[in-house]
């Protein structure tokens, strides 16, 4: 499994940026999806997950500002984040569980930067 991370840059507070995130190889199926972020000197940390049926969950610091959904048929995870702040400011990865034992896969990471 592949995953390949798009959408990050730079915004000013208070604007927004979309990240998708899409799946693609040889795979039976996708699981649980979701969005992690790791920002300079820090550990990385959850963002968001969804389910393959669509259950989500997500980190209190962005509960309000930030959306997941998926699209089953292009096994692809979106994030779409609102009212940006500063201390948005990491790399955001996308990572994927795939089959029967579940494992894990990590995309490459997309950086996003908001300024004050």
């Known amino acids: 499994v592949q995953l390949q991370a798009f959408g990050g840059g730079l915004v000013q507070a208070g604007g927004y940026l979309r990240l998708s995130c899409a799946a693609s190889?040889?795979?039976?199926?996708?699981?649980?999806m979701g969005w992690y972020r790791q920002a300079p000197g820090k550990q990385r940390e959850l963002v968001a997950t969804?389910?393959?049926?669509?259950?989500?969950n997500s980190a209190d610091s962005v509960k309000g500002r930030f959306t997941i959904s998926r699209d089953n048929a292009k096994n692809t995870v979106y994030l779409q984040m609102n009212s940006l702040k500063p201390e948005d400011t990491a790399v955001y990865y996308c990572?994927?569980?795939?089959?029967?034992?579940?494992?894990?896969?990590w995309g490459q990471g997309t950086q996003v930067t908001v300024s004050s």
């Open positions: 990572k994927a569980h795939e089959g029967s034992n579940w494992h894990a896969y």
């Open positions: 190889g040889s795979f039976f199926s996708i699981h649980t």
């Open positions: 969804i389910t393959s049926g669509g259950s989500t």
